[in-house]
T-cell receptor
Framework: EPEVTQTPSHQVTQMGQEVILRCVPI?????FYWYRQILGQKVEFLVS????????KSEIFDDQFSVERPDGSNFTLKIRSTKLEDSAMYFC???????????FGPGTRLTVT | GIQVEQSPPDLILQEGANSTLRCNFS?????LQWFHQNPWGQLINLFY???GTKQNGRLSATTVATERYSLLYISSSQTTDSGVYFC??????????FGAGTILRVKS
C-alpha cells in the first residue's frame, strides 16, 4: 500500500540553525500538508500546498517557515532560524483530488537545543 | 472555527475490556478521521468516517453527522492498543482540526 515517507526521523539542531524536513507524499496525490505537535499537546495545522503554491497557512507559519516542492516527488518544510519552541514532531500529509481523507507520514521529531 | 472535543481525556483498562471513545464537533464537517498515536509518536490512520459505521477487526467507528459526534469502539483491548487516540475533522477548506485526544492505557 502506498504511504507517505518522511526523513529524517529525528533531527537535533542548535538554536539559530536552518533545518529542512523532507517528505515524499503518495505519488498521485495533489494536496500536501504540514502539521506539528509539541510534546503533550494536540496536532496543529501549519500549511497546505496545492498546484505549487500555499493554499492556506496558520498563524504559526510565520516568515521563518517556508515550503517547497523542488521536484515531482519531494515536499519540504524549511525553518530558517530555529528557536527552542520549534521543538516538536512535524507530520507531513497528502491527499488526492476528490477525497477529504488525508494520509500521514510517520513524522520527524525536531529537537532544538 | 470548529471546536473538537474528545472524551474521556484519560482511560485505563484491563486487558480484554471494551471501551468507547467519543468525539463531539461544533459544526458540520466534510471529513472525520480517527488516529492512533503509538508510543513512538507515529500517527496511524484508523478510520476515515464522515458518516455511517465502519469496522476493522476489533475496532469500529460510528459517525452521526447530523448530531455532530463520532464514537470509536475498541473491543477485547490489548496492551498494544495503548497510546493516544485523536479525532480530527475538516470543516471547510482542507485543514484537519484535531481534538486534544484520549490517552488509553491497557494493563495486562
Amino acid at each position: 500500500e502506498p504511504e507517505v515517507t518522511q526523513t529524517p526521523s529525528h533531527q537535533v539542531t542548535q538554536m539559530g540553525q536552518e533545518v529542512i524536513l523532507r517528505c515524499v507524499p503518495i505519488s498521485n496525490h495533489l494536496y500536501f500538508y504540514w502539521y506539528r505537535q509539541i510534546l503533550g499537546q494536540k496536532v496543529e495545522f501549519l500549511v497546505s500546498f496545492y498546484n505549487n503554491e500555499i493554499s492556506e497557512k496558520s498563524e504559526i507559519f510565520d516568515d521563518q517557515f517556508s515550503v517547497e516542492r523542488p521536484d515531482g516527488s519531494n515536499f519540504t518544510l524549511k525553518i530558517r532560524s530555529t528557536k527552542l519552541e520549534d521543538s516538536a514532531m512535524y507530520f507531513c500529509a497528502s491527499k488526492n483530488q476528490g477525497s477529504y481523507e488525508q494520509y500521514f507520514g510517520p513524522g520527524t521529531r525536531l529537537t532544538v537545543t | 472555527g470548529i471546536q473538537v472535543e474528545q472524551s474521556p481525556p484519560d482511560l485505563i483498562l484491563q486487558e480484554g475490556a471494551n471501551s468507547t471513545l467519543r468525539c463531539n464537533f461544533s459544526d458540520s464537517v466534510n471529513n472525520l478521521q480517527w488516529f492512533h498515536q503509538n508510543p513512538w509518536g507515529q500517527l496511524i490512520n484508523l478510520f476515515y468516517i464522515p458518516s455511517g459505521t465502519k469496522q476493522n477487526g476489533r475496532l469500529s467507528a460510528t459517525t452521526v453527522a447530523t448530531e455532530r459526534y463520532s464514537l470509536l469502539y475498541i473491543s477485547s483491548s490489548q496492551t498494544t492498543d495503548s497510546g493516544v487516540y485523536f479525532c480530527a475533522v475538516v470543516e471547510y477548506g482542507n485543514k484537519l482540526v484535531f481534538g486534544a485526544g484520549t490517552i488509553l492505557r491497557v494493563k495486562s
